[in-house]
Nanobody, 122 residues
């Protein structure tokens, strides 16, 4: 089984910064894509940023210029550096990974972490 564990959330003032981390462990051959999603109260879960093993990144328009996603492939870890945080960034942030567990011909399977709370006060 694969487990994703997020950390780094917390309470910050508007304009502050946080760095989220997500480490994957378990049966892992490769992680094709890792990323961050968030869900605010009363809203659907939405993409924040993703990164491929090759270094390609993708960001939601709402966080472009404020967030940076990065990966340490050797550690099966993804990070999200968030700067200039706004109250609307308040949400539970979830790590997601698309993983091949056995070999390059294994199907991709999607795994989610438990989430870490980010709260940005005015």
């Amino acid at each position: 089984q694969v487990h994703l564990v997020e950390s780094g959330g917390g309470l910050v003032q508007a304009g502050g910064s946080l760095r989220l981390s997500c480490a994957a462990s378990g049966n892992i051959f490769s992680i094709v894509t890792m990323g961050w999603y968030r869900q605010a109260p009363g809203k659907q879960r939405e993409l924040v940023a993703t990164a491929t093993s090759g270094g390609s990144t993708n960001y939601a328009d709402s966080v472009k210029g404020r967030c940076t996603i990065s990966r340490d492939n050797a550690k099966n870890t993804v990070y999200l550096q968030m700067n200039s945080l706004k109250p609307e960034d308040t949400a539970v942030y979830y790590c997601k990974a698309d993983i091949r567990q056995v070999s390059f011909i294994s199907p991709l399977r999607q795994y989610w972490g438990q989430g870490t709370q980010v709260t940005v006060s005015s």
